[in-house]
């Protein structure tokens, strides 16, 4: 297993735009997370799965945002309309079953979106 | 809620010098405590992590931090530091047990640059 895959790693968009970007765990993982990063601060959380379920969301997961992991597998993030603040990077991360105190808590190389 | 403050933004220091990297919390439960690298346009890499027990804590590549419950602080050092060490540093919590998925909040982290 290769660790958690990213794609795009990185995606230049116009204003008003839709992305998706895609994120594959480790396979055995079975919670899945993904968090904002914007420049000089550090990952703020956005949303996690637990399988196919989506748990909790961030209140800075607007209506714009939408994010899928329908098998359970890999996961989506979608922005529609984007705006220019949403340049930043998104990092997705998975963790093993026992989830126990960060244990198996393993992250992607990030996708950053540009905004322009 | 939980919070992490991170108490400098850079720090500058000559090779081979020692260096500690501060970090508070605040949490009104029991945390787990982690430190993550991230080297440019990469994701983030655990250096260490606090779960219990031994409040000094050995992680990789040198670096070693304490848990202070009092000072609610979570300080990472390495005795020599080298070029290869300039990233930046995060410093996270959890919540312990993770009843709030497993979520980490991260602190504004802190630019080490080595010079020769």
């Known amino acids: 297993d290769t660790g958690v895959s990213q794609d795009p790693r990185h995606k230049i968009t116009k204003r008003g735009q839709n992305v998706t970007f895609r994120c594959d765990p480790i396979?055995?993982?079975?919670?899945l997370y993904w968090y904002r990063q914007t420049l000089g601060q550090g990952p703020e959380f956005l949303t996690y799965?637990?399988?196919?379920?989506?748990?909790?969301k961030s209140r800075l997961l607007s209506d714009r945002f939408s994010a899928e992991r329908p098998k359970g597998s890999f996961s989506t993030l979608e922005i529609q309309r984007t705006e220019q603040g949403d340049s930043a990077m998104y990092l997705c991360?998975?963790?093993?079953?026992?989830?126990?105190?960060?244990?198996?808590?393993?992250f992607g190389s990030g996708t950053r979106l540009t905004v322009v | 809620a939980q919070s992490v403050t991170q108490l400098d933004s850079q720090v500058p220091v000559f090779e081979e010098a020692p260096v500690e990297l501060r970090c508070n919390y605040s949490s009104s439960v029991s945390v787990y405590l982690f430190w993550y690298v991230q080297y440019p346009n990469q994701g983030l890499q655990l250096l260490l992590k606090y779960l219990s027990g031994s409040t000094l804590v050995k992680g990789i590549n040198g670096f070693e931090a304490e848990f202070n419950k009092s000072q609610t602080s979570f300080h990472l050092r390495k005795p020599s530091v080298h070029i290869s060490d300039t990233a930046e540093y995060f410093c996270a919590v959890q919540e312990s047990p993770d009843n709030q998925g497993g979520k980490l909040i991260f602190g504004q982290g802190t630019e080490l640059s080595v010079k020769p």
């Open positions: 991360a998975s963790s093993s079953p026992t989830g126990l105190g960060g244990y198996g808590y393993t």
């Open positions: 799965f637990q399988n196919e379920a989506q748990l909790e």
């Open positions: 396979s055995e993982h079975n919670r």
